[in-house]
RNA sequence: GCAGACAUAGCCCAGUUGGUAGAGCGUCUGACUGUUAAUCAGAGGGUCACAGGUUCGAGUCCUGUUGUCUGCGCCA
């Protein structure tokens, strides 16, 4: 007899198999019960009918299965439209593996702290499952996309010496008697990386000790970090509106069924796959922000209402070009159109989810470089490697950073990122 | 870092001028052959966050402590 997973039962259908499973929940009558099924494949139902197995087998489904128990049914797979499924399974017998009381989470009625406390369980139900899947799949579909247009994947160290833009609190590692600190972007050292392979880019976590407590930041989160040698902001941005629409796209061809049960539905991302997305500049920005009544001038930085209202104008995804130096990193270069700016540009995501993105052209020149770190108190010791990048072959280059959970709180319409992560690291979270 | 809320059963929450601690869900027992948050009947379940104070009497009023959530800032 052959074992198969829930997802492979369609192609079952009037066949006897063996699933390994566990229960979600189940409903019984008299003469009938209703076991809900997931193996982490999928969910679907197991019935079980009292005239179909011995009585130990009946009793035991009514009285010895509890939410979570684990064991294996035998059964046949049957179509049936009364299923959300579409399949279900007949049982003829189960033999319990692993016993389960007082399972603490219910189908429904429990607070988000609740949840956290018990993730390592949590994880178990229908929309962390979904959630999962999808992030699982764009990390595939960033490799894939990446990969048909040229890139390496380039893998930034997590352990640095120093801070790659001075201003934000990073987390401090005793390193053999060594201050040292965890990543807070793999940026600088993917510029080393395009210089010696011409695109490439990171995928791995990154950690800040900003205090924040808001529903768009965590202390642990992953960043996509593409670096492209000879390429302009221009040509960065394509890329940027192509991997987006790519990620979405993939998606709906193959996750429909999570993005379901996350409350998203296909139609309403596909919009979002058409391209280009629109551009405009940070003094068309201010601009719209005042004539919209917001209280914004030249120079300011946009807090999270600016960004919302100026996604509100578009219903796509919207570059945000050339921002005042002032707001922005060191490494980035002047706009020769205005000597107050930067070559840089932020995607922001529609429906009130703000940046996603944020890209700029990189400085290639050598006496920039130097004077901007000098400027923001970095050592010679530590960033003297990065003037290098300037001082053997400079090139001009560009690349941007994709936040993945801000990403997937938008293509799934969570209010919060913490969901998007198997274990949400945040400032009053270090467990499960 | 700033501001505002909250803390009562395993969970989600009520609790009136201060007067014996409540419901729903889950759990357990029973009924029911197509249930989808099943339904019906019954049972069990409490150091009212912690520490003081006022009072004949505090879940309720006062003070302090701790924890959590939400929004803002910072950013992805």
Known sequence: METITISQAPQHVGETVKIGVWL?????????????????????????????????????????LHPETSFVVTGEIAEDKRSKFGYEIHINDLEIVGQSDEYPIGNKEHGIDFLL???????????????????????????????????????????????????????????????????????????AGAMALGRIYTMGPTFRAEKSKTRRHMTEFWMIEPEMAWCHEEESEEIQEQYVAYLIQDLIDKCPTELEMVGRSVESLKPFTELPYPRITYKEAIEMLQKGGMDVKYGDDFGAPEETFLADQFNKPVFIKNYPRSIKAFYMPTDPEDAQQVICADLLAPEGYGEIIGGS????????????????????????????????????????????ERFLSWVTLQDHIRENIPFPRMLNRLRP
């Open 24 to 64: 979600t929940d189940k409903r019984s009558s008299g003469k009938i019960a209703f076991l809900q099924l997931r193996d982490g494949s999928g969910f679907f139902q197991g019935i079980i009918r009292k005239n179909d197995v011995d009585e130990a087998t009946f009793e035991a489904a009514k009285h010895d």
């Open 117 to 191: 406390d018990h993730r390592h369980l949590w994880l178990r139900s229908r929309k962390p499952w979904a959630l999962m899947r999808i992030r699982s799949q764009v990390k595939l579909s960033t490799m894939e996309f990446f990969d048909k247009h040229g890139f390496t994947q380039f893998d930034a160290p997590i352990l640095t010496s120093s801070a790659p833009e001075g201003t934000t609190e990073l987390f401090n590692v005793d390193y053999f008697d060594e201050d040292a600190y965890l990543s807070q972007s793999g940026q600088l050292y993917g510029e």
């Open 361 to 404: 052209e990189r400085s290639y020149d050598y006496e920039y470089i130097t004077s901007k770190l000098e400027e923001n108190g970095l050592s010679k010791e530590d960033y003297g490697w990065y003037d290098d990048l300037r001082k053997y072959g400079s090139v001009p280059h560009s690349g941007f950073g994709m936040g993945l």
